[in-house]
């Protein structure tokens, strides 16, 4: 990984949900395994997120669990290039969120899009609490504990990084005001060496003086190319660039995931809720049978009806997994009644069966070895605890809470 990557972290987390199947791996996994490669990742199973709505019932999480983390392993999200973790096995998330809350106003919580839409979508469940209502401020702890800098989500979750973004900004306004910060920061700029030094003054100047935001950009790469300043240094430096106090806690972005493409086995959208999901490890031969008994264009009653492949899952399908000249013999075939749609289907199934079949065998060998997949998370969540327990550090220092 080079150096960069250390200052573009992402961070993303899922409620355990259990067993996942091709919405999820076409969703978000196949995004999560390419970032693995091109930045530093921390990906965490957030157990406490699920308590906000399963309070009541909290007994199938940990299965859920192991579950949901042998299928990333399996998707091939890799323990070595990445972080893995659960929440719960950092309690600094919880510290953080307990410090979030003196400063976030109520309205702010109150105003976010999913807190009266999930009242409202889960009528049978009492959720006028307030650990139901203070979920995205916990959401906001866990990105801003590891100082993320994009947070891949998907549309639903956007809410929540802007209300990240929002108290970032307001932690740093209120506790970034450390006394001495100008000498502090001057002192800084100082040490990064008389070049880099007047070249800040600059860029400083051209920003707060004409509003240049290539100048602000330019000086946040000359603060990250620095290798003789400390962390806190850099944190004050970035702040007094800006003109605001030192920068504590740093803004996120949300880095939006395409909406998947993985239509479910009726042509919504794959969700459990629908009952129309192929989970990873289903049977093959069930999947098989599965794809075989998918809904086609209901005006294709005989074989030689022909049809509309706009009107069918299956041509869906053929979207996520087919190259183009099979697209055309599906196309041609189908509005003449040249092929069947059990022919049709065929592709679809030999795609499918490819694709699961490695992330199957790859299961079964995590499935085989518990011990293994507990001891990926102990490591990735000791791991993750020194980066939270590193910003807890500064966090306290700056609300006047370090006693020790
Ligand atoms: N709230 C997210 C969801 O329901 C899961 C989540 C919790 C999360 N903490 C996060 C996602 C931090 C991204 C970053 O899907
Ligand atoms: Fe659907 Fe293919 Fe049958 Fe056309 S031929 S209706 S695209 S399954």
Redesign the pocket.
């Known amino acids: 990984m080079d150096q960069s990557s250390q200052t573009s972290r992402v961070?993303?987390?899922?409620?355990p949900t259990g067993r996942l199947h091709l919405g999820h791996y076409h969703g978000v996994l196949k995004n999560w395994i390419e970032l693995q490669h091109q930045h530093e990742c921390f990906f965490f199973v957030?157990d406490w997120?699920a308590l906000t709505t399963h309070y009541d019932d909290p007994s199938l999480i940990p299965t859920s669990i192991w579950d949901m983390v042998i299928d990333w392993l399996a998707a091939g999200v890799d323990h070595k290039s990445s972080t893995l973790f659960v929440q719960s096995l950092v309690p600094e998330h919880a510290e953080l969120h307990l410090l979030l809350s003196m400063i976030t106003p109520l309205g702010w919580l109150e105003r976010v899009p999913s807190y009266k839409d999930q009242q409202e979508k889960l009528k049978e469940k009492d959720l006028a609490t307030y650990g139901f209502l203070g979920y995205p401020l916990l959401?906001s702890a866990?990105?801003l504990i590891y100082r993320a800098a994009h947070?891949p989500?998907g549309e639903d979750?956007v809410a929540?990084v802007e209300l990240t973004r929002e108290i970032a900004r307001r932690f740093n306004h209120i506790y970034g005001r450390e006394p001495g910060f100008e000498e502090k920061a001057e002192a800084a700029r100082k040490k990064m060496g008389k070049k880099a030094a007047k070249q800040f003054d600059q860029l400083r100047r051209a920003y707060q003086e004409q509003g240049d935001t290539e100048a602000l950009a330019t000086g946040h790469e000359l603060l990250e190319k620095q290798q003789n300043i400390s962390v806190d240094e850099r944190e004050r430096l970035l702040g007094y660039l800006e003109g605001s106090g030192r920068l504590i806690l740093t803004e996120p972005q949300p880095l939006l995931t395409k909406a998947s493409k993985m239509p479910g086995l009726d042509g919504q959208k794959m969700s459990k809720s629908y009952a129309n999901t192929l989970s990873l490890r289903e049977d093959l031969t069930d999947v098989e049978n599965m794809i075989k008994r998918m809904p086609t264009d209901t005006n294709r009653v005989r074989r030689n009806d022909p049809g509309d492949p706009d009107k069918c899952p299956v041509w869906q399908f053929h979207q996520v997994y087919s190259d183009e000249s099979t697209k055309q013999w599906v196309q041609e075939g189908c509005r003449s009644a040249g092929i069947g749609c059990l022919d049709c289907k065929g592709p679809v199934i030999e795609a499918v069966v490819a694709e699961l079949k490695p992330i199957q065998t790859r299961a079964a060998e995590f499935e085989a070895q518990p011990e293994l997949v507990r001891q990926i998370i102990r490591e990735g969540s000791e791991r993750a605890r020194d980066v939270a327990r590193e910003t807890m550090r500064e966090v306290r220092q700056s609300m006047s809470l370090d006693l020790s």
């Open positions: 961070l993303s987390g899922m409620r957030a997120h959401q866990d990105i947070v989500v979750q929540h």
